[in-house]
């Protein structure tokens, strides 16, 4: 075999060797659609994944607050909305009964809970599934506890309502005069709570020590305030961006006013009063607190995950019952009150359920910290809210005099909770509140030029750009597309996509559906806004920041630093076959051993960063902690060598011109010192080579 063959063969091995070494990179543009964890914005009540496995459980009544069932209307006692069924309880537990269960084995979901409530009553409350597996109990609505992740947040906003009400905050006033601590006034323009209820406070997202397992090593809100200030991407009030960062500030004021800590501040004020003994904010769960935890499992057939310690405990540490969240839905949806009990005054009910900032006709908005959005024709106050492991949604339909809630203890298969979720919520809304008929707006003529002005790449609003998780957002971007046919395409609240058309200037609506998308242009930026999603909007990249440029740079410097490393031994291994020697001079193997050393630290150094930001690929948000600030450091101090090592490629293959090396032998010596500095190049995107461990 002569030493072109030797060549050509060993690159082409190398080449099958690495690519198929190299799935979980190719894959992380895909796995990046899905976000982290919630603690989070569910951008439409009900928007979410599949379903999963699980025993039924029967109804359960036990202990917590004795609430009245309504009783099924006879005939005649109210009407169904046209083209409806009418919400009784025994239609609902039916519909119920042949849906759930098999949503939960399919999904491969332990359990759930749900309670609805209609009329000022209980209409039902009943459990699904198992609570814990290996002890086989039942979900059970009355004293199963449930993590809801970011549900609590309306809890904290009701707080904050309260103390407005008594003059004690004003919304529009700067947070800093209520902290002790200050915030960062970047734009020269103060935040304020109205902000914070918004999430237009210009925060940027935080995922370091956002979540725990070990009581021990847990911050304190304070601690996390203080110590995890979020840079400032946008001017306060004009972008959103969902942040848990912001209503964890708006919890610490609640503290700070109030004069007590906040967990006591929503047990004195919110959760005794309306009797929802089996409520708190408190994590671990106090000694002695009533009720049976339910565990949350990643799938049924997993063993069960840790208690999960949202460090920012106003945005999402509340653990309940499904009988529980009745008591707060009723006071509500009844201007404030429940069984005598004022939650909240009426006019403060009222102004809490309105707007808090303006959007297009149709689209949802913010209402003072509910989302408020409209579906099949009715508004809906609600929140959606997840852990790593809990998934909730909670919604109001003040006109009909109904709420319904109903948590999951399981991600499921392939995250299946998600679709489990907006499937229930809107066969719910479809079966009992149908959307009612109307005539479809006609599509605009200049469609065409339109959709080529949309089209393009984008990303989120809600995202890391400080430190080295932008990586990881440096990836996760949405496609819209434009269509032969005047429509495009661009992705639903799943991440799947959808076809839309244009009713209106720059007003796209999803064909057979209601969602809309619009463009506009924010301060100089390309926004695309989302009528289901108030809490972020989607921004153009730049070419610069483009997935598909920095993934082909990504995966074209793997594979060539792939091919060098394995062709290293198996050349070795070929020339010892045929007895032979490699036939090159001093100087050219003393280059190859320069060029074979660099490798070697990219390929290092690319390997320590993706078991870094892998955790994140797989949800697994409390991987990043303060306790592994050094390993961090020293993983962005390592950018150096990166550089060193590009340097050295770069060197390398400008000396080889001056050697006896083959042609081809050349070629490979710039394709090496290209993927080096590609390495390098993605570091520098990414935030990999900085000195930043806030992320």
Known sequence: MSAR???LFLIAA??????????????????????????????????????????IADQARGAGPQLPQAPAPSAGNGAAPAGGRMLDAADLEAWLDGRVPYSLKSGQIAGMVISVVKDGKVLLQKGYGLADV??????????????????????????????????????DRNVNDYLDFRIEEAYGKPITMRDLMNHRAGFEEGLKDLLGYDPGQA??????????????????????????????????????????????YVEQHVFKPLGMRHSTFAQPLPKGFPGQPSQGYHTIAEPPSPFELVITAPAGSMTTTAADMTRFMLAHLQRGSVDGVQLLDAAT?????????????????????????????????????DTIVFHTEMNLIPEENVGIFFTYNSRGKDSA???ARKELMDGFMDRYFPAPAAKEAPTLASAAADAQEIAGRYQSSRRVDHGFLRFFYLLEQSVITANPDGTITAPDALGEPVTFREIGPQLWQKVGGAQMLTLKTVDGVKTVIDSDNPVS??????FLRSAPLNVSILLLSFLVLACTLLAWPLGALLRRAERATSGLSPELRRLRKFQRLAVLVAAVYVSAWFIMIKPVLSVDVAAYHSGIDWIVGLLEASGLLAIGAALVGVWTAWRMRRTDATRLSRVWAVLVALALLGVVWLGLVGHLITWNLNY
């Not at 190398?14 to 796995?31: D, E, H, I, Q």
């Not at 908005?365 to 809906?380: C, I, S, W």
């Open 5 to 7: 063959s030797h060549f």
């Open 417 to 419: 909770v998600y679709g």
């Open 537 to 542: 909007v989607m921004q153009e990249a730049h």
């Open 349 to 385: 009910t009222a102004r809490m359920h309105s707007p808090t900032h303006d959007a297009p006709p149709g689209f949802g908005v913010m209402a003072h910290g509910f989302f408020r959005v409209l579906q099949n024709g009715r508004v809906l106050l609600g929140h959606g809210g």
């Open 219 to 264: 911050q304190s809100t304070e601690t996390y305030l203080k110590e995890h200030p979020r840079p400032m991407l946008f001017a306060p009030g004009t972008v959103p961006a969902y942040s848990n960062y912001g209503v964890a500030l708006a919890g610490y004021i609640v503290q700070r006013v109030s004069g007590m800590p906040f967990e006591r």
């Open 134 to 171: 290996e002890a086989k109990a039942p979900m059970d609505p009355a004293a199963s506890l449930v993590r809801i992740g970011s549900t609590a947040k309306v809890f904290t906003w009701t707080a904050v309502m309260q103390l407005v009400a008594q003059g004690k905050i004003d919304l």
């Open 14 to 55: 190398a080449a099958l060797l690495a690519t198929a070494s190299l799935p979980a990179a190719a894959a992380a543009p895909a796995a990046a659609q899905t976000a982290p964890t919630d603690l989070a914005a569910t951008p439409k009540p009900g928007a979410a994944a599949k379903d999963k496995a699980g025993a």
